[in-house]
């Protein structure tokens, strides 16, 4: 069974997913979320499989492949339109890897901070350096489950999407922390060359964490982002 916060009403605007970083949860977006649906987004906050509080009584394998069909069911099974899929940290990494493997499903990316560029990103390797930011609501790993689930994962490989960062086709906004100690900014510059359709968009006295620590920014460029299409279709629809 997936964890999610579903949203109260359906809109005609493109969904929102919110994806969470490495060994987190939903609950990662409990200060931004709110603003989002305020704004009029319908706005989904999903646990990633074998993270967050997925019901895994019965253990399926947590690898990358597994990740990916998991978040595509829960999309086909329920949101079942285009989707607005954001992914902060490692969470970049996921949305990346499912654009790429299901494009019909994704219509834009919003990549957090991204940590896109280590090799096998979440594995054995950069652990450390993951648990050392990752600690927001730490509840799920209280479940039976957490460590075996997360065992599985980092011995899997983790995610290796560098090759796939150029197979992006959708449009992207990329959101980075100017004071982020974690992830190198040149690494969001080097994101938005190698993006065929990106923007970047910094925000000042911010670290790792924007949707944490500046959430009403993070709410006001997503709003602005997926709104856009949407106020262009208007204005040519008034020129009419």
């Not at 690898?63 to 902060?88: C, E, F, N």
């Not at 940590?115 to 594995?123: K, R």
Request: proline fraction near 5%.
């Amino acid at each position: 069974m997936s964890s999610c916060v579903r949203p109260l009403v359906e809109s005609k605007t493109s969904p929102v997913v919110l994806l969470h970083g490495f060994d987190s949860s939903c609950l990662e977006w409990r200060y931004t979320y709110p603003l989002l649906e305020e704004a009029g987004l319908e706005t989904w906050a999903v646990d990633i499989l074998g993270w967050g509080f997925s019901d895994l009584e019965k253990l399926p394998s947590c690898d990358v492949a597994t990740k990916r069909q998991h978040v595509y069911q829960l999309w086909k099974s329920y949101i079942k339109k285009p989707m607005i899929l954001v992914g902060p940290s490692l969470g970049a990494a996921v949305a990346i890897d499912f654009a790429v493997n299901y494009p019909e499903a994704v219509e834009k990316l919003v990549l957090i901070d991204a940590s896109v560029y280590t090799e096998g990103t979440g594995n054995q390797a950069n652990l450390p350096k993951m648990v050392a930011y990752a600690g927001i609501g730490r509840l799920h790993c209280l479940f039976p489950w957490w460590e075996d689930a997360t065992v599985d994962f980092m011995r899997s490989g983790g995610y290796k999407v560098v090759a796939q960062i150029e197979q992006v086709k959708q449009k992207t906004l990329i959101i980075w922390g100017e004071d982020d100690q974690i992830i190198s900014n040149k690494l969001a510059v080097r994101l938005h060359c190698e993006l065929p359709n990106a923007i970047i968009r910094q925000i000042p006295d911010c670290g790792h964490l924007p949707h944490v620590e500046r959430p009403s920014s993070v709410a006001k460029l997503i709003v602005e982002f997926a709104q856009q299409d949407c106020y262009k279709e208007a204005q040519y629809v008034s020129q009419l």
